[in-house]
Structure formats: structure tokens, C-alpha cells
């Protein structure tokens, strides 16, 4: 069991790789990694989102971090690509926007947050992460308006009103 948060969102990470390379591993959709990863990806944005980034802004009076609003946004952007049903080429855009999204991610914004938490509310925090629950997945849907790219998944996100806020 990890014993830190970032420890913990590192730990998350790598499990969500070894389901993404699974999902089209020898250039094939496989639907049961995907949907596993699909679940998992969405479980570890409410984390990030309601527990950790929550708490950081609370502790800094209402002052998101630094960095705040890329994570919100390229949360909005792997949720939205997440929606339409999913092929090899969807796997390969979401690889792309993750990969990018961890590295920021853990190339100091996790660090930063346990440092503003301090060590009690920050070991908390991940405790209630570990038992934080499933999220309900809804059905895929293919509309107009659902990206497939990375692209355009960012660039939407970028527009929507929770992404207004923070830095």
C-alpha cells in the first residue's frame, strides 16, 4: 500500500498505462480493458478534482494552485474523448493527451499540493482516495459534437465554465 498522496496518483498512473496499452495492444480494440480504463480514468478525475484540488484550494482561501486550470481542462478533455465508442485510433488520442497530462501531473504539481496539505491532511486525503467510490459509467455516444481527437477535445474543454477559473 502506498503510504503518500503522490505516491498513490503515481501509483493510479501506472495502472491506467498498462490498461491503456492493453486496450489496443497489437493494434486491436480490446472493449474490456478499455471499459475498465474508462471507469478507472473517471474515478481518478473526481479524486483529483473533489479531494485533492478541493482541498488545496480550501487550504490556500479559495486560491487555486498554480497549474489548476491545465489539469481541470485536460480532465474535461480525457472525460469528453472517453464518451464517443471507443476504436484503436480514439486509444492512440487519448494516449497522447494522458501521457502529457501525467508528467505535468507528477513533475511537481502532486508534490506542491502535499507540501500546501502538510503531511496529516495530505495522508487523509489519500486514505479517502483509496475508498473513494466507483463512478457511474454511462452508455457510449456518438453525436456530432463528441470529439475524437485530442485536439478538439482540448479545445472544447478550454471553452467550458469550469475551466474560467483557477491559473
Given at each position: 500500500?502506498?503510504?503518500?498522496?503522490?505516491?498513490?496518483?503515481?501509483?493510479?498512473?501506472?495502472?491506467?498505462?498498462?490498461?491503456?496499452?492493453?486496450?489496443?495492444?497489437?493494434?486491436?480494440?480490446?472493449?474490456?480493458?478499455?471499459?475498465?480504463?474508462?471507469?478507472?480514468?473517471?474515478?481518478?478525475?473526481?479524486?483529483?478534482?473533489?479531494?485533492i484540488l478541493a482541498q488545496v484550494r480550501a487550504v490556500r482561501g479559495g486560491e487555486p494552485?498554480?497549474?489548476?486550470?491545465?489539469?481541470?481542462?485536460?480532465?474535461?478533455?480525457?472525460?469528453?474523448?472517453?464518451?464517443?465508442?471507443?476504436?484503436?485510433?480514439?486509444?492512440?488520442?487519448?494516449?497522447?493527451?494522458?501521457?502529457?497530462?501525467?508528467?505535468?501531473?507528477?513533475?511537481?504539481?502532486?508534490?506542491?499540493?502535499?507540501?500546501?496539505?502538510?503531511?496529516?491532511?495530505?495522508?487523509?486525503?489519500?486514505?479517502?482516495?483509496?475508498?473513494?467510490?466507483?463512478?457511474?459509467?454511462?452508455?457510449?455516444?456518438?453525436?456530432?459534437?463528441?470529439?475524437?481527437?485530442?485536439?478538439?477535445?482540448?479545445?472544447?474543454?478550454?471553452?467550458?465554465?469550469?475551466?474560467?477559473?483557477?491559473?
Amino acid at each position: 500500500m502506498t503510504t503518500t498522496l503522490r505516491a498513490l496518483i503515481e501509483e493510479e498512473h501506472r495502472e491506467m498505462d498498462v490498461l491503456l496499452a492493453r486496450s489496443d495492444a497489437g493494434g486491436v480494440l480490446d472493449l474490456e480493458a478499455f471499459e475498465e480504463l474508462r471507469a478507472r480514468l473517471l474515478r481518478h478525475i473526481a479524486i483529483e478534482e473533489k479531494l485533492i484540488l478541493a482541498q488545496v484550494r480550501a487550504v490556500r482561501g479559495g486560491e487555486p494552485i498554480e497549474g489548476a486550470r491545465r489539469v481541470r481542462v485536460e480532465h474535461g478533455a480525457i472525460a469528453s474523448l472517453l464518451v464517443g465508442t471507443p476504436d484503436v485510433a480514439l486509444v492512440d488520442e487519448l494516449r497522447t493527451l494522458l501521457a502529457a497530462h501525467e508528467a505535468f501531473e507528477e513533475q511537481g504539481l502532486y508534490a506542491a499540493c502535499e507540501e500546501i496539505l502538510g503531511p496529516e491532511r495530505a495522508l487523509d486525503i489519500a486514505h479517502r482516495a483509496r475508498t473513494y467510490p466507483v463512478i457511474p459509467v454511462a452508455k457510449h455516444f456518438d453525436g456530432p459534437l463528441v470529439p475524437r481527437t485530442a485536439a478538439d477535445a482540448l479545445r472544447g474543454a478550454a471553452r467550458m465554465k469550469f475551466a474560467a477559473g483557477g491559473r
